[in-house]
């Protein structure tokens, strides 16, 4: 410690009292307060804010106040991050009826239009954030016991106490109503409706997923992946992400049986019924949008491996939202895949086998830090963070409609042509609605519509679709693994399921030796994102922007922990931690 360090006990609670009580009120007056709580902590003794500091042993007095360095050191640098200004793409203000807005929930009149009052009520409580304002919003059902209430609204305006505040990152604005993006998303989600029960390794042969290609590659503006400049079904229904479309399309990481302790994780999921799909007529979407609860979903006994589009959707349906990574994590630790390069407790492979990045320690294994249980907690403490980013990002920004309101508009303007202003011409030219038509007609004694048909009997979540909590929780736990493990590392021995999904079967593939950690990470992402869509649930730039939302998440979350670790010091085995390097979801290379 240095010499200005040794404070009387009574100068540094003293002075530690002053700082907190004057940042405090100097904080919340905006870009002033940094540098005047900068001088505070000065004012302390301890180091300026840019130099590192000391972590190691302390008196209690003295660690008491490098905890408060480094909180405010930590606060301080986030704060100094530049504000977004959260644009929105205007539709709520432009449409009057709120066609492309999230109203679910609410009171709807037989169109499915939103009750003016009510929506009012909801973007009220959203700017007051008064409870008695949210408790005063109208909702729909007629019977109270079948209501289905609003998520958690008030999470949008919570504080965390690490990494960037949940107002302090953005996304993008989502495509227009009428615009050409918004048409491919919705033309894809179509398809994906219709070809829920196509197992994901017939997509090359299947008449159905053949026209779908066909469809897709005719849109103006499909944002999905391709290959060059074609989407093939190598790429169908898949993320643009890196690795995300090498392979089988289920990630290596969903497959398997898994050490948990004593325990073993069945990554085989329960069968939701082929064929059967819901509000594909338009009184049970009405009852969907005022909120009613419908009964379960039907379910055929057993359970198999992930093969189709319905199979993830069930998956996606229930889990709890950092699922897929905790089993990740759990993988590659009892598999002992190499730790990143860098890591004060290695050895992980630099040039290859025999060449460490780092030399393990002697003495010290990982644990509480650099070790199994850092890791393992950290993947469900990054999803609470990303919880409350895009819960802000729902409800006080966006507000964008839900897929089956879209649904619900095409089939008002069938039947009512004229009452909205038309989309673009990609979805009304396209090949799918006939196809959707028709499928709506067989579940329905031969009424067709042009409805969204669902995975699930009540639809989505009572929440708005932009963005997508699993794809924001998902870009942060992967960061988080990225951060930690070798993402070159090779995946040893893939696998699919076999042709009923009981058991699993070696992948064949030509690329079945190249298969990688960092790439099946971004593939368990985007399937848990993308599954949403097979749903019916959320929109494809839901999930995109989304993943990315939730790596800048975790990006600060390592941030701030770096700040706190002993392993920065020195040099060799044990010691000189310089950060985390890992691939972001754009390719690039980051150090944090």
């Given at each position: ?10 100068s ?6 002053e ?38 042993p302390?008196s ?41 807005s ?21 973007v ?11 408790e ?32 302090h ?46 469809d ?31 392979g ?19 990554t ?89 990045s ?90 067709g ?8 009997p ?68 985007t ?13 494809r ?26 392993q920065?010091?020195?040099s ?21």
């Amino acid at each position: 410690m240095s010499k200005k360090q040794g404070l009387s006990s009574e100068s540094q609670v003293e002075t530690a009292s002053e700082l907190t009580s004057s940042s405090r009120r100097k904080f919340l007056g905006g870009l002033g307060g940094v540098a005047a709580a900068t001088a505070a902590v000065a004012t302390v003794g301890l180091p300026k804010l840019a130099e590192a500091v000391e972590v190691g042993p302390q008196s209690p007095i003295q660690r008491a106040n490098t905890s408060l360095l480094i909180r405010t050191q930590a606060a301080l640098a986030e704060r100094a991050l530049p504000i977004p200004a959260h644009p929105t793409n205007g539709d709520e203000e432009r449409y009057a009826t709120k066609i492309a807005s999230f109203s679910k929930g609410l009171p709807h009149n037989q169109f499915g239009e939103v009750n003016p009052a009510a929506f009012n009520a909801l973007v009220k409580a959203m700017s007051t954030g008064k409870p008695a304002d949210f408790e005063a919003i109208p909702l729909g059902s007629p019977d109270p016991a079948l209501q289905r209430r609003l998520i958690d609204p008030q999470a949008a305006l919570a504080f965390d106490l690490e990494g960037a505040d949940s107002h302090h990152l953005a996304v993008p604005p989502v495509p227009l109503y009428t615009s050409a993006e918004y048409a491919g998303e919705l033309v894809e989600l179509y398809w994906q409706s219709l070809m829920r029960d196509v197992p994901f390794t017939q997509y090359a042969t299947n008449p159905l997923a053949q026209q779908a290609i066909a469809d897709l590659n005719r849109l103006s503006d499909f944002r999905g992946p391709k290959i060059n400049g074609r989407v093939t079904a190598q790429t169908l229904f898949r993320g643009i992400e890196p690795g995300a479309s090498a392979g089988p399309l289920i990630s290596q990481f969903l497959f398997g049986t898994v050490g948990y302790g004593a325990q073993t994780i069945d990554t085989r999921v329960f069968i939701a019924t082929q064929g059967v799909d819901y509000m594909s007529n338009f009184a049970s979407y009405l009852s969907v949008q005022n909120g009613v609860q419908p009964g379960a979903p039907a379910i055929t006994p057993g359970t198999r491996y992930i093969l189709n589009g319905r199979d993830i959707a069930s998956f996606v349906h229930v889990d709890a939202l950092y699922q897929a990574y905790l089993t990740a994590a759990l993988v590659l630790l009892n598999t002992r895949v190499p730790y990143n390069k860098g890591n004060p407790y290695g050895p992980t492979p630099e040039d290859g086998p025999g060449q460490p990045s780092a030399i393990p320690s002697r003495v010290q294994a990982g644990f509480g830090t650099f070790g199994g249980p850092h890791i393992l907690t950290l993947v469900c403490e990054v999803a609470t963070r990303a919880l409350h980013h895009i819960w802000y990002q729902k409800w006080s920004v966006h507000r964008r409609g839900r897929p089956e309101r879209a649904g619900g508009v095409m089939e008002v303007l069938r039947t009512n042509p004229g009452r909205y202003p038309a989309p673009h011409a990609d979805v009304t030219n396209s090949a799918v609605l006939p196809a959707v038509f028709a499928r709506n007609a067989a579940l329905n004694g031969g009424q067709g519509t042009y409805l969204l048909n669902q995975a699930f009997p009540e639809g989505s979540p009572t929440h708005p679709s932009y963005g997508s909590g699993h794809a924001t929780v998902a870009g942060a736990c992967i960061t988080v693994l990225k951060a930690f493990f070798d993402e070159n590392a090779i995946i040893p021995n893939p696998v699919v399921p076999s042709a009923d999904g009981t058991t699993l079967v070696p992948y064949t593939g030509a690329d079945a030796g190249s298969l990688t950690v960092g790439g099946e990470l971004n593939k368990v992402a985007t399937n848990i994102a993308y599954g949403r869509d097979h749903a019916g649930v959320h929109w494809r730039g839901d999930q995109r922007e989304s993943m990315l939302l939730g790596e800048q998440v975790g990006i600060s979350i390592l941030r701030d922990q770096y700040r706190t670790y002993n392993q920065v010091k020195g040099s060799g085995p044990g010691g000189g931690f310089k950060g985390f390097t890992f691939t972001k979801l754009d390719g690039t290379k980051i150090t944090v």
